[in-house]
C-alpha cells in the first residue's frame, strides 16, 4: 500500500511528463488530433498537359469530327430520294380459281405487274434538274423526287446515256439547294470521302470511307461501246444509294454511286461512281439536247497482258491493243490496222480499253486528236478526227467438209463454207472454221470458241486448214500465236501459247 509520500512522487514525475510532451508538441508544431469523424482525404486530380500526345490526339480527332460534320451537312440538302413505278403487261394464267364465270381463257385480257424501284439522285440545277442512274428510272411510268425537307414532286426524265449509266431527271420547282462539283480527276486512292443517299429507304443516310480505287472497270454495262472508269470506294453503298452522291470532305460531290459489288445483294465493302467529271459532261448533252453526242473513233479493243507484249515485242505491257478498225471510220480513213497498238492519246499514256475509252467518250465529235502508236516494233503518230458515233455507220457482211485437229492449241477446225459464212454473218472470203476447243487447252485458256472463224494467224491469212497446219507447224514450242478470229459479227485478236 503506498503512502502520502509516494503518492506525492508519483504525481510529481506525471506532471513533468505532460510538461515534457506539451513542450514537443510546441516545438515541432504537430497537427492536433481529429476523431475519426473528421477525417477527409482529398479527391486526387489529373492534369493533362497541353502539348502531350494523348490531349493533341483528342483534339485532332475534334476537328476531323467537325469536318466530316460540315460535309455532311453541305450535301444532304443536295440528294434526294428517287421512287419510281414500272407497269408491265403479263399473262393472265392457266389459274382456274382466277377466270370469272363464262370467260374464254383464251381471250382474256394481259394483268397488269407494277414494280417499286427505290433509288437516289443529285440536284444539278436550281431549277430541278436532278443527276441519278438509268436503272433508277428507266421504263418508268411514275417518278417521285422527296427532297430532304420532305417535299415531293412528280418528275420527268429528260435523257437517259445507257453507255454511263447517267441519267437526268426534271422536276418542276425554284430555288433549289444545288449541289457543289469538284474535280473528279484530283481523287486519290486513300482519300476520306462520305457516301450520301437513301439506302434500304433510310433516308438522308451517311457513311464514310477512302478512295479505294480509281478508274476501275467492272463489266456490268452491257454494251461494247459502253464507259466504265468507275471510283472504287468502301464507304458503305446499299440499294437505294444508286443515284446517290460520293463527297470528298470539302462537301463536293465527285462520284455518282451506281453499283456494289456484292454476292448478297447488299454491302460487301465495294461500292463504285460515276466520276463527276464525266457525269457532268454527259449531263450537259442531256438537259441541252437530251441525248449525248460523244465522239467517235472505230476501233475494237483489248487490254495488252505479259503474254501479248511478248508476241508484239513490247518489252512490257502497256498500250492498247487494237482488235479491228471499223469500215469507214475516222481511224481507219487516217490508216489505223488491226493489231496496231495504242501507246498515247495527245501525250497521255493509254494502258487500258476502259481509259481510252472514257477519254474519246469526253471529246465531242471534230476533235482532233494525236495518236503514238506501234506497228511490228516501229512506232508512228497519227492525227485523226473524231466523228459523230451516231451518223457513223458500220459495213457488216452482207456439206460438212474434213476436220482438222490440232493437238498443241486443242481445237478442231474445218473449211469454212457459205452457208457458215451467212449464218455467222461473215463477208470475209479467207478463214476456217473453229468445230471444237479442248478443255483447258491452250485454245481455251486464250478465249477460243467453236464457231469461232480463224481468218489470220500471226498477220498470214488462212485460207483453208492446210494453210492453217503449215503456219501452226511453224511455230515454236513455247512461241505466242497472234489469232484473227471473226465472232459476232466483229473482228479480234487471241494470243494463244503453243504447248
Not at 314 to 334: N, Q, Y
Not at 434 to 458: M, W
Request: glycine share 8%; hydrophobic share 40%.
Amino acid at each position: 500500500m503506498l503512502n502520502h509520500k509516494s503518492l506525492m512522487f508519483a504525481g510529481l514525475l506525471v506532471l513533468c511528463g505532460l510538461i515534457v510532451g506539451i513542450s514537443i508538441a510546441t516545438k515541432f508544431e504537430l497537427p492536433p488530433i481529429s476523431t475519426s469523424a473528421e477525417v477527409s482525404v482529398a479527391e486526387p486530380t489529373f492534369h493533362l498537359a497541353t502539348n502531350s500526345p494523348l490531349a493533341d490526339t483528342l483534339a485532332n480527332n475534334a476537328v476531323a469530327s467537325q469536318v466530316f460534320v460540315r460535309a455532311a451537312e453541305r450535301v444532304i440538302p443536295n440528294v434526294v430520294s428517287i421512287a419510281s413505278t414500272k407497269v408491265y403487261l403479263t399473262g393472265a394464267g392457266d389459274d382456274e380459281n382466277s377466270r370469272r364465270p363464262g370467260q374464254n381463257s383464251r381471250f382474256r385480257a394481259p394483268q397488269q405487274l407494277r414494280q417499286s424501284g427505290r433509288g437516289s439522285g443529285v440536284i444539278l440545277t436550281s431549277d430541278g434538274y436532278i443527276l441519278t442512274n438509268v436503272h433508277v428510272v428507266a421504263q418508268a411510268q411514275k417518278i417521285v423526287v422527296t427532297l430532304s425537307d420532305n417535299r415531293s414532286f412528280d418528275a420527268k426524265i429528260a435523257g437517259l446515256d445507257p453507255l454511263t449509266e447517267i441519267a437526268v431527271i426534271k422536276i418542276n420547282a425554284q430555288r433549289l439547294p444545288q449541289a457543289l462539283l469538284g474535280n473528279s480527276d484530283k481523287c486519290t486512292v486513300g482519300e476520306w470521302v462520305l457516301a450520301v443517299g437513301n439506302p434500304l429507304d433510310l433516308h438522308s443516310t451517311v457513311t464514310a470511307g477512302i478512295i479505294s480505287a480509281i478508274g476501275r472497270q467492272i463489266d456490268i454495262i452491257d454494251d461494247s461501246f459502253a464507259v466504265e472508269t468507275f471510283i472504287q470506294t468502301d464507304a458503305a453503298i446499299n440499294p437505294g444509294n444508286s443515284g446517290g452522291a460520293l463527297v470528298n470532305l470539302r462537301g463536293e460531290v465527285i462520284g455518282i454511286n451506281t453499283a456494289i459489288a456484292t454476292e448478297t445483294g447488299y454491302d460487301m465493302g465495294f461500292g463504285f461512281a460515276v466520276p463527276i467529271n464525266l457525269a457532268r459532261r454527259i449531263a450537259t448533252d442531256l438537259i441541252r439536247k437530251g441525248k449525248v453526242v460523244r465522239g467517235y473513233l472505230g476501233i475494237a479493243m483489248q487490254n495488252i497482258d505479259e503474254l501479248q507484249a511478248r508476241a508484239l515485242k513490247l518489252g512490257k505491257p502497256r498500250g492498247v491493243f487494237v482488235d479491228d478498225v471499223f469500215p469507214g471510220s475516222p481511224a481507219e480513213r487516217e490508216g489505223l490496222r488491226p493489231m496496231d497498238v495504242i501507246l498515247s492519246i495527245d501525250g497521255k499514256s493509254m494502258n487500258r480499253v476502259n481509259q481510252l475509252q472514257a477519254y474519246i467518250a469526253d471529246k465531242p465529235p471534230g476533235t482532233t486528236l494525236r495518236l503514238l502508236c506501234n506497228r511490228d516494233g516501229s512506232e508512228f503518230s497519227r492525227n485523226i478526227k473524231l466523228a459523230d458515233r451516231e451518223s457513223e455507220t458500220r459495213t457488216l457482211g452482207q456439206a460438212a467438209t474434213q476436220q482438222r485437229e490440232f493437238e498443241s492449241l486443242g481445237i478442231s477446225v474445218e473449211e469454212l463454207t457459205q452457208i457458215d459464212k451467212n449464218e455467222l454473218g461473215y463477208s470475209g472470203r479467207s478463214g476456217v472454221l473453229v468445230t471444237s476447243v479442248e478443255r483447258f487447252s491452250p485454245a481455251e485458256d486464250a478465249g477460243l470458241r467453236e464457231d469461232d472463224i480463224v481468218t489470220a494467224v500471226n498477220r498470214r491469212s488462212i485460207n483453208s486448214p492446210a494453210e492453217f497446219s503449215k503456219v501452226i507447224d511453224g511455230i515454236r514450242r513455247t512461241e505466242v500465236a497472234i489469232v484473227s478470229i471473226h465472232r459476232n459479227r466483229a473482228s479480234r485478236h487471241l494470243f494463244i501459247a503453243a504447248n
